[in-house]
């Protein structure tokens, strides 16, 4: 049996509370940190620990604390990325909802580190329940003091407060984030500079995902040597992994990093939800390329998902099975990043669009002789040249079903249907 780490409050009745988040250590980090580490012994803690940004992208957050300038006299900001919007994700609403003061003291601490004194929450618009427990734990904080001025009778004062996002997709992207807080549409900036340079309002901004930042305060009381020992070599710690799809038991999984897909899906999903064979896996969210059964003894880290030709991207590990269509799982995905789409650049306004008038045709009988290898072009065209990751996002599920299902796309191509007989019937009565 794992230790819960991150998610260990969170079947405690009002577990989103102040009086049982410090009934069960919180804010004890925090004190710990005040009182005992300078800001830069706490970067060198959290650089020792190994921990990676559980946003998607992996990068180390001690390396990313410690581009930010150390200049008292410079201004600094920290933004705390709630903005979870990629299909299959659900792990970060399970924080907020159920533990923000975690989240919350990760904050504290990171700000403490980078020498900021100002912060901001932005949150997805349409996590109603998050933002009335974001408001009311940051509320708490300060009547306990935990934020504002001289935090517990220390030199160091913050200021935290929430801003709603209005429902983009491309605001999860860092600087998207940063021009929506700003107040402007929310579109990514060019980088460099990257935001640890020039961010909020041309200052200096370390951008956090909430699972990152609920992380820190578990290695400030444990140690960067406990931390560094659970997971990988190369990937430390627990992953909340969410798991949907089709099998019987859905939902956040907080397991160790290197635990393996099929540990997953047969032991705490508890396997497939029918009698049907599995057919293929995404492992990371909906933009991280597919799996299929035969990789299932893949370990889930960052460096053994890359090896296998995929990514760990946000932990969202959505099973599909024999009955499935590959073509449709395509379209659907497709249909998402095209309304997504910020617009800023052409190939993801325009190729996006594109690829989803190709895919409606073959999955609506309506194929035209070439679009299958229209299809693949567009895609390749698309990767590495859009003014953000969203492309290569957009284009992942395309070119892997491409990759591992070419049948299925073949033949719905020349049969104008479906191969997958319960497809078959769905396709006419929308052709």
């Known amino acids: 049996m794992y230790e819960k780490i991150l998610t260990r409050n969170c079947g405690l009745p009002r577990s989103e509370t102040i009086d049982v988040y410090l009934a069960n250590g919180g804010y004890e980090a925090l004190r710990k940190a005040l009182s005992e580490y300078t800001p830069e012994q706490l970067i060198e803690v959290v650089t020792a620990s190994g921990l990676r940004g559980r946003g998607g ?39 907020v909802e159920k533990d923000p003061h975690q989240i919350i003291e990760g904050v504290i601490l990171a700000s403490y580190a980078v020498g900021a004194k100002r912060a901001f929450v932005y949150i997805r618009g349409e996590f109603f329940l998050g933002v009335k427990r974001w408001i009311k734990a940051i509320d708490d904080a300060y009547a306990r003091g935990f934020l504002g001025k001289n935090i517990l009778g220390s030199p160091y004062s913050l200021d935290l407060s929430v801003h709603r996002g209005a429902g983009a997709y491309i605001c999860g992207e860092e600087t998207a984030l940063i021009e929506s807080l700003e ?61 949907s799809g089709h099998v019987r038991n859905r939902g956040v999984f907080e397991l160790p990093l290197g635990v393996t897909l099929r540990e997953i899906i047969e032991e705490h999903a508890g396997g497939m939800a029918s009698d049907k064979a ?154």
């Open 57 to 95: 992208a992996g990068f180390p957050a001690g390396r990313k604390w410690g581009f930010m300038p150390r200049d008292p006299a410079v201004e600094r900001y920290v933004c705390v990325n709630t903005d979870e919007g990629e299909p299959g994700t659900f792990k970060d609403r399970e924080l």
């Open 183 to 243: 107040g402007k549409r929310g579109e990514p900036r060019k980088k460099p500079p990257y935001p640890a340079n020039v961010g909020l309002w041309g200052k200096p901004t370390l951008v956090h995902n909430v699972e990152t930042l609920a992380n820190i305060p578990h290695i400030v009381n444990r140690g960067a040597a406990w931390f560094a020992g659970i997971g990988t070599a190369k990937s430390a710690g627990t992953k909340i992994f969410c798991v």
């Open 278 to 431: 599995l057919k293929a896996v995404i492992p990371g969210g909906a933009s991280t390329p597919m799996l299929t059964p035969d990789q299932l003894d893949t370990q889930m880290a960052f460096e053994t998902l890359e090896a296998a030709g995929s990514m760990l991207g946000t932990g969202a590990v959505v099973v599909m099975d024999e009955d499935t269509c590959m073509v449709d799982v395509a379209r659907r995905l497709m249909r998402f990043f095209a309304h997504e789409s910020c617009g800023r650049c052409v190939p993801c306004r325009v190729g996006t669009r594109r690829m989803l008038d190709i895919l409606e045709r073959l999955e609506t009988g309506r194929g035209k002789a070439g679009d299958v290898e229209r299809l693949r072009d567009l895609a390749s065209s698309i990767r590495g040249l859009t003014f953000c990751p969203m492309g290569d996002a957009a284009v992942n599920p395309v070119l892997s079903g491409l990759k591992l299902f070419a049948n299925e796309y073949e033949y719905h191509l020349k049969n104008k249907h479906c191969l997958v007989p319960q497809h078959a019937a769905m396709d006419v009565a929308t052709a």
